[in-house]
């Protein structure tokens, strides 16, 4: 899967648990509008680590797909803030 498929893996587990965005907001404790602008998957808006680890521990989906600019590999992660990625 590509590295920016958070926003389908999270859609396609809404769908399979027929959850709809209100529904995650409450079980999960965060506001609605935050899985709104996620799911859009434009790149724009994703969760910050305490809200990826709450939403990764109910779905399974790992919290690298639901952080922002994250890229994970075997042996490392690298942080991209506004520039070039730095190994």
Do not use: C, Y
């Not at 509008?33 to 994703?46: C, D, T, V």
């Not at 989906?61 to 994250?70: G, N, R």
């Amino acid at each position: 899967m590509a590295q920016n498929d958070g926003p389908e893996l999270l859609r396609s587990w809404m769908r399979k648990h027929g959850m709809s965005q209100g529904a995650m907001a409450k079980a999960t404790g965060l506001k609605q509008p935050s899985f709104s602008r996620f799911l859009r998957g434009n790149g724009q808006k994703r969760f910050n680590v305490a809200s990826a680890r709450i939403i990764a521990g109910m779905t399974g989906i790992p919290v690298e797909k639901l952080m922002s600019d994250v890229v994970a590999s075997s042996s490392e992660r690298t942080f991209n803030t506004s520039g070039p990625k730095v190994a």
